[in-house]
T-cell receptor, first 113, second 111 residues
Framework: DQQVKQNSPSLSVQEGRISILNCDYT??????FLWYKKYPAEGPTFLIS?????DKNEDGRFTVFLNKSAKHLSLHIVPSQPGDSAVYFC????????????FGSGTKLNVKP | KAGVTQTPRYLIKTRGQQVTLSCSPI?????VSWYQQTPGQGLQFLFE???????NKGNFPGRFSGRQFSNSRSEMNVSTLELGDSALYLC??????????FGSGTRLTVV
């Protein structure tokens, strides 16, 4: 059961423009969400998180938005840089099992110079 | 502070064999989780160990097992390997905070 979905396998963006990566979830018990970035031959690295008590969290060029009613979150990268080219995974967990994360299938972002 | 260390980085095995993968978490982290990554499937949760006890388990067959030692190091074992077990196996450790630090993974190829 795919409780976290990333419906866009890939995204191509021009350098300097905004990248928007989307993620949908089905479990209303999820209350904590993470985004990870993954380069080839490396493990995923933590990017940004958001708790369900918030609808936005910002860290430098990265902003995550959470729409609980739509069970949707998105990651905005502004401005996009070629070094941002990687696979991005969203993940979610529920408070009653807070360290079991469900991951989406990933979106491969390509930022063109 | 050393990160999460997984060994070996690459492994080639034959169908029917078994394999053991190792993970050393960040010092002080007591929780170790294992994930399988295959193309198009994202990261699939295998299991989580905390203080030498399996705390969570994913939907994988019993051929997949793990354990954790008193120093928090963890091993994952896959018996009777199948071609479909070819994947990147990722280990992640965490402290009390939610979220993981991942290792670089072990790339397993079953031929």
């Amino acid at each position: 059961d795919q409780q976290v979905k990333q419906n866009s396998p890939s995204l191509s963006v021009q350098e300097g423009r905004i990248s928007i990566l989307n993620c949908d979830y089905t479990n209303s018990m999820f209350d904590y969400f993470l985004w990870y970035k993954k380069y080839p031959a490396e493990g995923p690295t933590f990017l940004i998180s958001i708790s369900s008590i918030k609808d936005k969290n910002e860290d430098g060029r990265f902003t995550v938005f959470l729409n609980k009613s739509a069970k949707h979150l998105s990651l905005h990268i502004v401005p996009s840089q070629p070094g941002d080219s990687a696979v991005y995974f969203c993940a979610a967990s529920a408070l009653d099992n807070f360290n079991k994360f469900y991951f989406g299938s990933g979106t491969k972002l390509n930022v063109k110079p | 502070k050393a990160g999460v260390t997984q060994t070996p980085r690459y492994l080639i095995k034959t169908r029917g064999q078994q394999v053991t993968l190792s993970c050393s978490p960040i010092s002080g982290h007591r929780s170790v989780s294992w994930y399988q990554q295959t193309p198009g499937q994202g990261l699939q949760f295998l299991f989580e160990y905390f203080s030498e006890t399996q705390r969570n388990k994913g939907n994988f067959p019993g051929r997949f097992s793990g354990r954790q030692f008193s120093n928090s190091r963890s091993e994952m074992n896959v018996s009777t390997l199948e071609l479909g077990d070819s994947a990147l196996y990722l280990c992640a450790s965490s402290s009390d905070r939610r979220g993981y630090t991942f290792g670089s993974g072990t790339r397993l190829t079953v031929v």
